[in-house]
């Protein structure tokens, strides 16, 4: 499975972006899609997951600014970025896990995509 990320650009505090990822190879029916980030000398974490079904989930830093979406026939998966601050600013990941549970540790998930860079100026 190789997921392949795009979006990521400069914007201002305050601006909306989104990202999306779009995965290809043969996958489980029931999977799970996420976002992590990783910001410059800080460890990875968890942005948002969305299964299969729908079901989601968000790290606490984003919920209520961030929405992730998906379209399972084109096994992809969306991030739609509002009200971003300075503190966003890091390579944003997506990735997959082979669980159609909603899972949001990062070694549960085995398949990464190549990253993303999200800067936000103050």
């Known amino acids: 499975v190789q997921l392949q990320a795009s979006g990521g650009g400069l914007v201002q505090a305050g601006d909306s972006l989104a990202l999306s990822c779009a995965a290809s190879?043969?996958?489980?029916?029931?999977?799970?899609m996420a976002w992590f980030r990783q910001a410059p000398e800080k460890e990875r974490e968890f942005v948002a997951a969305?299964?299969?079904?729908?079901?989601?989930t968000y790290a606490g830093s984003v919920r209520g600014r961030f929405t992730i979406s998906r379209d399972s026939g084109k096994k992809a998966v969306y991030l739609q970025m509002s009200s971003l601050k300075p503190d966003d600013t890091a390579i944003y990941y997506c990735?997959?896990?082979?669980?159609?549970?909603?899972?949001?540790?990062?070694?549960?998930?085995?398949?990464w995509g190549q990253g993303t860079l999200v800067t936000v100026s103050s």
């Open positions: 190879g043969r996958t489980s029916s029931s999977y799970t």
């Open positions: 969305i299964t299969t079904s729908g079901d989601n």
């Open positions: 990735a997959l896990a082979l669980s159609g549970r909603l899972v949001t540790v990062t070694d549960r998930f085995r398949y």
